[in-house]
């Protein structure tokens, strides 16, 4: 049996200390999780859900039940979570599917709005990019807003390449060509 590449996360998590030592668990998303996501997605501000999903609109409970009960042969989401009161709360997602272009998969992410700044986008797109190479995805793309200065930084950062979109200069595309997963 191979062992997982580094920062891939085991079903059960990997763990990560945030600065302030709060200790957020980085996971797979699964069906059982749909409690978890609502709670998190109705916990967004409106900026936050608008920048997340480029529109004012809230995503339906259908939705949701697809956002968590996903086809791991085509996607992959994990969520970072901390522990409240014996169970856990939803503080992040960053999610891949994968295009009908052979290796190409599109990502996003959204932290809830606390958590923003504080290094787990950095942490959690890192996981998201390692399991993606692991799972034989060439590149990973994306759109944003291009006045979201959060997502353009944190993109930078881990070396997507940046352009503005020629059909809307209100949005930006994000693409990071991976590579390939060593044997």
Known sequence: MSAQPP?????????WVAADGTVVTIRPIRAADLALEQEFVSGLSAPTGYRRLMSARRPSLEELIRF?????????????TTPVQGGERQIGVARYAKESSPGEAEFAIVLSDEWQGRGLGTRLLESLVAAATSHGVRRLVGTTLSENAGMLALGRKLGFKLASDPRSAMIT????DLPRPER
């Open 68 to 80: 968590t009960d996903i086809d791991s042969e085509r996607e992959l989401a994990l969520i970072a």
């Open 173 to 176: 595309n994000l693409t990071l």
């Open 7 to 15: 920062n891939v996360p085991e079903p059960a998590g990997e763990r």
